[in-house]
Nanobody, 117 residues
């Protein structure tokens, strides 16, 4: 089973920046796609960004131009750089690992991001 350990959440003012990190255990094919999702109370978990082991990225329009996802395959770590944060970015952010075949998902424990003045 893949283990995911997140760090980097917190409180930031609107317009500020945060960087989330997620360290993953597992083989390359078990953590082929690493990514971030977020969830607020009463809403479904939504995609923030994903990146594959060969550096293909996917980000929705709501965060494009503000968020950047990257990974260090040597460290099995994925990063989410969040700039120009908005109050609507407030959520619990979850790290996700999906295997090469898309048949298995693993989740981190979640880290709170709060954007407020």
């Amino acid at each position: 089973q893949v283990q995911l350990v997140e760090s980097g959440g917190g409180l930031v003012q609107p317009g500020g920046s945060l960087r989330l990190s997620c360290a993953a255990s597992g083989s390359r094919f078990n953590i082929w796609t690493l990514g971030w999702y977020r969830q607020t109370p009463g809403k479904q978990r939504e995609l923030v960004a994903t990146i594959t082991s060969d550096d293909k990225t996917n980000l929705p329009d709501s965060v494009k131009g503000r968020f950047t996802i990257s990974r260090d395959n040597a460290k099995n770590t994925v990063y989410l750089q969040m700039n120009n944060l908005k109050p609507e970015d407030t959520a619990v952010y979850y790290c996700n690992a999906r295997n090469y075949w898309g048949t298995s998902d693993d989740w981190g424990q979640g880290t709170q991001v709060t954007v407020s003045s």
